[in-house]
């Protein structure tokens, strides 16, 4: 194993290993070389949790999400016709895109691109930023391999974000906001060649061109961000937040609330599984000071789908029908709370931390983030096959379920050797005792 995938193993999750593996095999069936490439390289290499699976592949994308769909129950949610692009979701919830390597030409600014199959070499160097533009190969041949055109690994490890080339803002002018939203989420400078590119971009009037499609992607972005006040704060600085709503620059931006939102968010141990729709959760904050003709032009400037709209507007109830499961006197124990918990949107969960009145509605989901999610994540894939289970097995997510529940309700035993006095000991003082131990996120 090269020491790239030696790395790629240590910082994905156990399900997102497993499907690249899956991956690499679907494609040498297939005859196809696939590369992970993009978010996950970056932040692999950037010691960052990764959040989706991107696979570029030499080939036609689609068919082969369709044969992982099939084979791996997997499940295909969004098809980019344009950029032969598919978003699946695999079991445990691991999120992936799968593309066509293509090279892109824009005839102008902001419009959309004419796609042209490519190499991988191309398709990363049509990329927006070069931190962006890394691939590691999962071919048999070249297993492991970094693929890197535009030295994205050396900026990476500098800290720094980079324009792949000089008309990388005026071919794709939302790549402004996107900008500032990689060096805020990532803790990274600016280049100073890309600040002036930036700067340029923004006398030659190109944050006109940004589509209302365009800003709506970038919306979604910043919603799926744990330091979302941060972002927010940043993109309000630099004056590029009223472009998806003038009244948010005018006085009207709740920047209390996103603070609230960003520490509920944090709350999340790294490493655990937590399904939530951000979206809506943005959106019923975002707005919060928004009267509801502002929030309509707010729809409209950044094309939220009626699908969207409609999760937004029923997040309330949905998150007032877990808070009266959370009120039940009867979840005596932590193995209760947690299968209410755990089967809840995350969306809900956050918002009842936001807006929940109900003292033991607070204090139940703060020990499930705090003490029950953290020991749910000791039991590991490996304890339960070790009962005889196979992880393909049927039973399998069933009996992890089973043992984390057995686990949460156990009660540690006082171990008693052979040197401790039959006597108890004097206390100690309040001076004399260690610190509490907590779990660590």
């Known amino acids: 194993m090269s020491d790239y995938m030696f790395m790629l193993e240590s910082h994905l999750s156990a399900d997102q290993f497993r499907v690249v593996g899956k991956m690499k095999d679907l494609a040498g069936d297939a005859g196809v070389n696939v590369y992970l490439t993009g978010g996950a390289i970056r932040d692999m290499l950037g010691g960052f949790p990764v959040r989706d699976l991107d696979f570029t592949i030499e080939g036609n994308a689609l068919k082969l999400a369709k044969v992982a769909e099939k084979k791996f129950d997997a499940k295909i949610v969004d098809v980019d016709d344009h950029r032969k692009s598919v978003h699946m979701v695999f079991p ?13 030409k824009f005839a102008k600014s902001g419009a959309k691109p004419q796609i042209s199959a490519a190499t991988i070499h191309d398709d990363l160097r049509a990329r927006d930023f070069t931190i962006n533009a890394i691939g590691l190969s999962l071919n048999k041949a070249s297993l492991g391999l970094p693929i890197d055109p535009t030295n994205g690994i050396g900026d990476v490890e500098r800290k720094e974000v980079r324009a792949v080339h000089n008309y990388s803002f005026y071919d794709d002018p939302a790549r402004m906001i996107r900008l500032h939203r990689l060096k805020v989420r990532l803790g990274f400078t600016i280049d100073e060649r890309t600040r002036l590119q930036y700067e ?16 709506g992607a970038e919306l979604r972005q910043m919603a799926g961000e744990v330091n979302i006040a941060d ?15 003038p009244a948010l620059a005018a006085g009207k931006l709740d920047m209390q609330s996103l603070n609230k939102l960003q520490k509920a968010r944090q709350m999340v141990p790294v490493g655990a599984e937590f399904k939530m729709n951000p979206m809506p959760l943005l959106l019923e904050v975002l707005t919060e000071k928004l009267n509801p003709k502002e929030r309509s032009a707010l729809i409209k400037a950044a094309e939220i789908s009626r699908g969207e709209v409609n999760a937004w507007q029923k997040l309330e109830s949905v998150a007032k029908k877990l808070e009266k499961e959370l009120k039940n006197a009867k979840l005596n124990k932590p193995s209760q709370v947690y299968s209410v918990i755990s089967k809840a949107p995350g969306e809900a969960i956050l918002y009842l931390i936001l807006n929940s009145s109900q003292r033991i509605v607070q204090d139940r989901i703060r020990n499930h983030f705090q003490k029950y999610l953290p020991i749910s994540l000791e039991v590991t894939d490996e304890e339960v096959a070790a009962t005889g289970i196979p992880p393909s097995s049927p039973k399998f997510a069933k ?16 171990v008693v050797t052979a040197e401790e006095p039959t006597t108890p000991p004097p206390p100690m003082s309040s001076f004399a005792r260690g ?4 779990h660590a996120r």
Do not use: C, W, Y
């Open 399 to 414: 009996a992890k379920e089973q043992m984390i529940l057995t686990r949460l309700d156990a009660r540690p035993k006082k």
């Open 92 to 104: 445990g919830g691991v999120t992936a895109e799968f593309a066509t390597a293509h090279s892109e």
């Open 435 to 438: 610190p509490s131990v907590r």
């Open 200 to 215: 340029n971009a923004r006398e030659a009037e190109m944050l006109t061109r940004i589509s209302a499609e365009a800003l």
């Open 231 to 245: 972002v927010v704060e940043a993109l309000s600085q630099e004056k590029l937040l009223e472009l998806f709503s």
